[in-house]
């Protein structure tokens, strides 16, 4: 039998770590119960994670006690919060939800290969800017500079030689205009010291 098929039972003794919750995929099931002389179906949604399938409810409710027990309320707070501003083709809170609790349990808030990583944090961790290698870039499709990570420029090959435009969200071929203004800014101030 194939293990992934079966629901997950949560342990209460140990607690899973984000990776082992980030979600890899979706996936329905149908049940049925006898009603009478009939069956009735109903669907419910999964998470494939590396711990198996598990419920998709189930899964939130393990999701955000992994949250509260590192103490990132806040930060998931936030991530709902840019998720419901910037990800249009969620419309209802539960999609938002589960989109914000999958991006805090991929950490993607820290990853410099996240399309989002500057503006995120340029809001809500300014801080996580100043230990990463920033590019200044002009993209094809906007006037004007924009800011974005080394990891970013070094994938585009990967990317048809485009970056996602700092300024739209396109992914559209650029120019590098400028290496990292604010490390250069950081370094000085270390040799300063
Ligand atoms: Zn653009």
Redesign the pocket.
């Given at each position: 039998m194939n293990a992934d098929s079966q629901p997950f039972r949560s342990d209460e003794e140990q607690l899973p770590s984000f990776e082992d919750l980030r979600i890899h995929y979706f996936s329905d099931k149908s049940e049925s119960r006898k009603v009478g002389r009939y069956r009735e179906y109903t669907t419910k949604e999964y998470a494939k994670t590396a711990l198996g399938e598990i419920e998709l409810r189930q899964w939130q409710d393990m999701a955000e006690k992994v949250i509260s027990a590192h103490h990132e309320e806040a930060l998931q707070k936030q991530l709902f919060e840019w998720v419901q501003e910037t990800f249009p083709w969620l419309h209802t809170p539960s999609e938002q939800r589960v989109e914000s609790l999958d991006l805090h349990m991929s950490r993607m808030f820290d990853n410099p290969l996240w399309v989002q990583f500057v503006p995120f944090n340029q809001r809500y961790r300014p801080e996580v800017l100043r230990e990463v290698h920033l590019v200044k870039v002009k993209?094809s499709?906007?006037e004007g500079d924009g800011v974005t990570t080394k990891e970013q420029v070094e994938e585009a090959p990967n990317r048809g030689g485009t970056i996602c435009?700092p300024?739209?969200?396109?992914f559209?071929s650029f120019e590098i205009s400028e290496n990292a203004p604010e490390r250069e800014t950081a370094k000085a101030k270390e040799r300063g010291r």
């Open positions: 993209t499709c906007c435009c300024n739209c969200g396109r559209s």
